[in-house]
């Protein structure tokens, strides 16, 4: 198996030229660099360690230094396109495909968490990476993960803009590089093993900072969300699509609290994540998932229990400010700018069909993995 380094003869020895060939110069110390004649009585002693231990340290140490400028250097491998095409086979005109890693690198992700509308889906993606996908990444594109991954998390120390999210995919990225250094073997990652290590005390670090963030008291002389109307302040709590954000409201204020426990509030949450669940067209199914969901005459239900107990069965309905779309007419997938699409009728990408608008289709985080497996 060849040894990739400076030298691909043996990186770390020296070679002279003889009238036979090039021979490598053994050196056992430092001290020999000049003396090339070794005393033998030197050699056959018992305190010969030392002149081992400085060759092997210089070359241990020059080596970690290499392997630490290679992990904290923050070039992205990126190209920051606005489009990409997606490429699933080989053709006359076009050979090899396109892979998950390539798009996280083409991708401009950097610039995308920076957006509201686009933060949670990227930190959604990139959990479902996490789980699955991380032993499929290059090592370019594995670097840029975790470069984007620290860039996400700086911006919740910063704007402490939903916490939940990255605590979330924090743990699950923890508990696959566990699993995958641990039980599977390290030889499923791309790397030297310190780095892995490194990076899995990055982790921790992380998680450590977000545990012990602090969001300061703002401090407002106007109108305030108390201030507002009962029916304005319940229609607010209405919009809200998620659980967990309904009960850490509840938890500001009593009045919060009791708009919180609304039954009517969680009737529409259920109806909004599982209303259009698909059933199987079988009688027994479908009074399972009318049970399921509370469809009685008498509508006696407790609809916030109801709410987590078809969590448990049933996928909730994913949704987003903005999201990769892609073009089934040309094979491309790209992020769309609402703005210049708007204004300057462009789509994102070079299209040629008749009807752009016809062929675009938003990509969902699970969709974006199941667009990469051939």
């Known amino acids: 198996m060849p040894f990739l380094g400076k030298d691909w003869r043996s990186p770390g020895w020296s070679w002279t030229k003889t009238d036979h060939g090039w021979k490598r110069i053994v050196f056992f110390g430092h001290e020999l660099e000049n003396n090339k004649e070794i005393d033998l009585e030197e050699l056959c002693s018992d305190n010969n360690e030392n002149l081992f231990f400085g060759e092997v340290c210089e070359l241990a140490n020059t080596k970690r230094k290499k392997e630490l400028y290679n992990n904290n250097t923050k070039s992205q491998f990126v190209f920051r396109d606005k489009w990409i095409y997606v490429q699933k086979g080989s053709t006359k005109e076009r050979h090899g495909y396109c892979t998950i890693g390539e798009a996280l690198n083409r991708l401009d992700f950097s610039s995308a968490i920076q957006d509201l509308r686009r933060f949670n889906y990227v930190a959604k993606l990139f959990q479902l990476i996490a789980r699955s996908q991380l032993t499929s990444l290059s090592g370019a594109a594995q670097k840029n993960y975790f470069n984007i991954l620290e860039k996400i998390v700086r911006k919740v120390l910063e704007d402490h803009y939903n916490p939940r999210l990255v605590k979330e995919l924090l743990q699950d990225l923890s508990s696959t590089l566990h699993s995958l250094t641990i039980h599977v073997g390290r030889c499923v990652l791309v790397g030297n093993v310190n780095i892995w290590l490194c990076r899995l005390e990055t982790i921790v670090k992380w998680q450590q900072e977000l545990n012990n963030m602090q969001i300061p008291k703002q401090m407002y002389t106007g109108l305030s969300f108390n201030d507002l109307p009962l029916y304005m302040q319940n229609k607010i709590l209405c919009k809200l699509s998620d659980a967990c954000d309904i009960i850490n409201l509840g938890q500001a204020t009593p009045t919060l609290h009791v708009l919180s426990e609304n039954r009517t509030l969680w009737k529409k949450l259920c109806q909004f994540h599982f209303s259009d669940k698909p059933v199987r067209k079988t009688s027994t199914a479908h009074t399972q998932f009318c049970r399921n969901l509370g469809l009685t005459r ?76 051939f």
Not at 306 to 327: A, I, R
Not at 328 to 357: E, M, Q, Y
Request: charged share 20%; net charge negative.
């Open 298 to 373: 008498a509508d006696n239900v407790d609809w916030k229990l109801m709410y987590f107990t078809l969590q448990k069965h049933y996928p909730m309905k994913e949704q987003y400010g903005d999201t990769l779309h892609f073009c089934k007419h040309c094979s491309i997938l790209f992020w769309k700018d609402r703005h210049v699409a708007l204004f300057l009728k462009d789509f994102g990408h070079p299209c040629t069909a008749n009807d752009p608008d016809s062929c675009l289709m938003p990509i969902s985080p699970q969709h974006f993995i199941d667009l990469f497996k």
